[in-house]
């Protein structure tokens, strides 16, 4: 069964402190992990997708990496407006869902 | 490009009932997904459709069913309501070629069952 940890839970953070937030997956056959941002009351928001160990992306504040059991979001020099939950769910060979973790609640402090 | 449409956005029923939820995907999509989330157990998955055939199916049971229609758009049942049913239900939509492209969430159905 596929299994993913998101770690910490909950993460406050001073407006310009940098953090990671991590993912570890037990998931066979990796066919890509996904990273998403959800504001309270709406649907998450796509960030990125990583389909291979070593890869990495970038998007404004935020990085993702990925090894082939953790991957992690790094957040560089938070703004208030990073805060969000943030979700990360890989994705099976042969199947068409993704698994999520429980997510980990970004509060960023001005 | 219009985003992903869900209707209703709000719906109190009343255990026993049964309530059909609607989403409306991105323009060229062929992907639906359904998930539920609670504050307990996060997002889990539903089911998915491309289509209108059912490609894959979470662990809920038999009451929760769904559909896709011709143009893509989905509809997902769900019958003799009970209070753990009262969740966030969303919607993501996604091209569905190869089943790895990134899925986008609409604004989701918050049922809330008394």
């Known amino acids: 069964e596929d299994q993913v940890t998101q770690s910490p839970e909950a993460l406050r953070l001073q407006e310009g402190e940098s953090s990671s937030l991590n993912c570890s997956y037990t998931v066979s056959g990796l066919r890509g992990l996904f990273w998403y941002r959800q504001d309270p009351g709406k649907g998450p928001e796509f960030l990125f997708t990583?389909?291979?160990a070593g890869e990495e992306k970038e998007k404004e504040r935020l990085k993702a990496t990925l090894t082939k059991k953790e991957s992690f979001l790094h957040i560089t020099a938070p703004k208030p407006e990073d805060s969000a939950t943030y979700l990360c769910a890989p994705r099976r060979a042969g199947s068409y869902q993704l698994t999520f973790g429980k997510g980990t609640k970004l509060s960023v402090i001005p | 490009k219009a985003g992903v449409t869900q209707t209703p956005r709000y719906l109190i029923k009343t255990r026993g009932q049964q309530v059909t939820l609607s989403c409306s995907p991105i323009s060229g999509h062929r992907s639906v997904s359904w998930y539920q989330q609670t504050p307990g157990q996060g997002l889990q998955f539903l089911f998915e459709y491309f289509s209108e055939t059912q490609r894959n199916k979470g662990n809920f049971p038999g009451r929760f069913s769904g559909r896709q229609f011709s143009n893509s758009r989905s509809e997902m049942n769900v019958s003799t309501l009970e209070l753990g049913d009262s969740a966030l239900y969303l919607c993501a939509s996604s091209l569905g070629g190869t089943g790895v492209e990134e899925q986008y969430f609409g604004p989701g159905t918050r049922l809330t069952v008394t």
């Open positions: 990583l389909y291979s």
